[in-house]
DNA sequence: AATGAATGAGGCTTCATTCAT
DNA sequence: CATGAATGAAGCCTCATTCAT
């Protein structure tokens, strides 16, 4: 008899590990013993639970940014106007602290990989182009109350959302340009920009 | 009687290779094999001209943003005022062409492995500055000219530069939301914004 | 309550699967847990009965050969002249049906792997012995009735058996010099030349 | 400048390395590790010449036969009588010397393993179809010269080789009822047989 | 009596690298 | 300068076997 949900738990155990190899040392050189290693289980676990080595590093992809998406609710259900709920927003999509940090490297090798595998393109755009409908949607809130100005929400919430991505590489690369506190505040004149008046 | 610069034809000529094959499959599914099949020379001339694999990597890496400054130049040396330069340097940079697709791909590549690699950090600064330099340069005329707003053009760069890069990403993984005529007018859209009045 | 046997029972489900298994896929590529799912129980199961794969695979051979003898027996018991009945025998013999094509196929595995198990070489010798002793018989009770020539019975009988054992193995590769009518009509040649006069 | 047939003389050394382990230790255990160890090669270089096992395996199989093949030739050259001649022909096809009991061995895996192969089927066909000729020849001559009786030397030939198969079968698996000189005078008989008068 | 999740040793295969020519 | 045969370390994956339930 099964304990319940043995299958979920360690799927996820996995996908965990799966993240946190895949961000230190890159999908290149990623190693299933290691992240059966650092999951706390046998490498034949991994493959009870997934066929191939590129199921897993898919699944994980899946799972990097499907946590990604959850921790943006708690933003959303909050109080705030709507041009604070956007600072706020890409706050918490900073790489700051080490969690954040794990998620964006892991995005940046799922997009070097999804360029030539369509299933990881349909991973992209199902939870990207929920990142982006958030964003489209407290925009046009702005706008019923006045706070943005007139214009395409759709495409405001691109333009803030490719320059959120294009700046955290060139923090994540270390770039001398580009540090936290100058991408904090270069998202901000661009919601400066959007501002009515 | 031996032509001078043999060797740097033969080395440009296997990093080239190294470029395409690059952008097909990938820095995990790189196989110095397929380079040199690419370059038409043996595996063994790879290994004559470079230490280890991740040297031609890396060389690579450098030749495919050099080549892609190199690009630029025309423009800079046209007659049109800033704003308009603004938008040939974004239409030069989509991911329109097979060649600047190639450069794209290998870009990323660079991205999602520069993370880890301090001198692909370097790689990136040393050119990935140069073009935001550029920008910068152009900004800074469009505000001499009263056709660029007040504000840090540095600033202004940055925003322009890393939605480019953003959005880009998002064309490459065939977003359906992201094609080419979105992007161009997302970030004409920006430019828009950065105009006088 | 608990029916008596569940254990035999359980075995030659295993068995009769495993030897279906073995003549589909080949010794080579026998899985155990092909064998489970064939017999429909799980690969636990397997080894509760039989401790090794080894195991399975010996006591398989088994089964296949006392099966194979069991449906000779009824030609024995029938009232036909001794020629006529090393015809029928032969006849049972031809790879013709399903069934014989596998018991054949799974001989032909534990010839290839008796020759390094002196286990399984007693099982071929304990039960090709009797297949050997009926011909010999037959051929034995010929010669009483003036049908069969002169000569020692059990050297007929084993031309006879090694030359059906040597033609099957032709069917049973398909060559297109021997197929099932041609084996027939060569062994009953054979039988031709042991009739008297 | 590779010296000439290298290759040649490489692939003849890997293939009488993997019969002489096929011989050993049959299809089931044999190990490319094991082949390479007894060729006296590296790993690396078994897959330098053949792309899987299963090639490996395949071209061992032919090579077997070929070999096998060349070894009657002296024997027809002979200056003997056609029936001196199925005599020879039977004797060094005998399972006596270690060479020998080794072609036998491969053969019987061959065997095993063709019926579910269509490549191996041809193997058999096209080396053991000149076998079957070679005997089918020595008949005719047989014939024409009045010391084989009349009917088809095809069919004697198969009778023959058949028995000659399933007889070495028995030898090679030690049954005790089956030796060498057993099968010697068995097939004796069967050549008597085809005497005239 | 039976299950199936979990293991881990070991095999095939790949591929960067070497080196004799 | 250049080759390509050869290497061997290392990775993915398989699968017989175990054991808690």
Redesign the pocket.
């Known amino acids: 008899?099964?304990?319940p949900n043995?299958?979920a738990?360690?799927r996820e155990q996995i996908l965990s590990a799966a993240c946190v190899v895949l961000a230190e040392v890159g999908l290149q050189?990623?190693?299933?013993?290691?992240?059966?290693k650092a999951a706390?289980?046998?490498?034949?676990?991994?493959?009870?639970?997934?066929?191939?080595?590129?199921?897993?590093v898919s699944a994980a992809f899946e799972f990097n940014m499907s946590n990604s998406l959850e921790r943006r609710q708690s933003i959303l259900a909050s109080e705030q106007n709507p041009l604070e709920m956007l600072q706020e927003l890409v706050e918490s999509y900073l790489p700051a602290d080490s969690r954040s940090l794990q998620a964006w490297r892991v995005w940046a090798e799922l997009w070097a990989e999804g360029m030539r595998l369509d299933p990881l393109q349909e991973v992209n755009e199902r939870l990207y182009g929920q990142w982006r409908d958030i964003v489209t949607d407290v925009l046009r809130a702005g706008q019923r109350q006045g706070l943005v100005k007139e214009g395409d929400p759709v495409r405001f919430a691109n333009m803030l959302v490719g320059m959120v991505d294009g700046l955290a590489m060139q923090v994540l690369l270390h770039s001398p340009n580009m540090d936290l506190k100058n991408m904090r505040e270069t998202c901000n004149a661009l919601i400066g920009l959007f501002a009515a008046r």
């Open positions: 008899m099964p304990r043995v299958e738990e360690r050189n990623l190693r299933l013993a290691q992240v059966a706390g289980v046998s490498s034949g676990t991994i493959h009870y639970y997934f066929e191939t080595k590129q199921d897993v």
